[in-house]
């Protein structure tokens, strides 16, 4: 297997792998826009264009667009992040070229047409009801907020209601013009792809988008911490609690991850065995480390009874100054293991390939080897994760979000006294 990278002479980027064997491949586009480049009152807006990108084009209605990928077997969709929006394929090698123009054209010329605007407004604000009635997903949304305050990076990725409610065609059109540049734009591909045939496809398709006038600069982040407390009447407690880790180039990165695999990142971890298995005060209970541009965000969730969230939050805080004291030798290396095999198992897919492929472009300039990322994952010992764990108790701010029966929960102060004691 190989790695092509070509950049059009207007920035527009183009990576690709071949993986030989392979009947089928995966192919996308990933724009350096994602929610946290929105003004405040555009919150929201990243994510409602991704809604729009398959509801028609100049010259393919929305059903054109899904019957050309579904005629050939094919799979097309789209997510948007807090950084990143990505349009991707999957198709069989034959028909890569159609769905190379199929993402061409509805990023270059969707109608944004009134009726499908306000039809897709409505299926927004019902993602949004959802997401509301949804305990341990708007839970994240509120710690998000909460770690960092008054910040794009802290506002949620689907919107306020009221701002989906106002969108318009030019507003969609003004937020395309403002960062659909293209030397923010990557066409990754992996499976049955030739280089060359996708970069002259990328070439007609996007050679002539004229170059920005001036670079997007966003505003670095500032972990700040805090608590948000929302008392309902639901059946658990859900808590949630964060601290500030490494962003994506950070040479702490893999200690960070390494140390939230080993903390709750699955069935032999820490807080599942001392929580759930021991004292069984939850079903499920996992840590997971998170990365921006600038920052990172691990977090650790839980769900568990009104009667029972004091006891779940303060061993959750003796845990994490547990790990600091005695973390194993056995524990690093199952992390580690677990962390290496959760990557290549996952690029056995050219879907996640493709996307690893954009992901490191846009984070590097480049893609490192496997064999290089393997090494960085193994050179994190006990020693650098015992200092991390250490630098976690010690230094770093906390930020939490409770919801539901929560009155008997402890504060943040009080969980910050117990780690200091």
Known sequence: MSVHHHTLSNGFQVITENMPGLKSASLGIWISAGGRHERLEQNGIAHFLEHMAFKGTKTKSALDIAEAIENVGGYINAYTSRETTAYFVRVLNEDVEMAANILADILRNSVFDKREVDIERGVILQEIGQTL?????????????????????????????????????????????????????????????????????????????????????????SFSGGEFRRDKKLEQAHFALAFESPSYKSRDIYTAQVYSIALGGGMSSRLFQQIREKRGLCYSIFAQAGAFSDTGFTTIYAGTSAEQIPDLANLTVNELKRAALDLSEAEVTRARSQMKAGLLMGLESPSSRAERLARMIQIWGKVPSLDETIKKIDSVNLDKVKAYAEHVMTQAKFAMALYGPISSAPSLEELDSLRAA
């Open 133 to 221: 009635d949804t305990p341990d997903d708007i839970v994240f949304d509120w710690l998000q907020e909460t770690a960092y305050p008054e910040q794009s990076l802290g506002r949620s990725i689907l919107g306020p209601s009221e701002n989906i409610s106002r969108f318009s065609r030019e507003d969609l059109s003004a937020f395309v013009n403002e960062h659909y540049s293209p030397d923010r734009m990557i066409l990754s591909a992996a499976g049955g792809i030739d280089h060359d045939t996708l970069c002259k496809l990328a070439e007609k398709a996007f050679g002539d988008l004229p170059k920005p006038k001036k670079s997007h600069q966003s505003r670095a982040a």
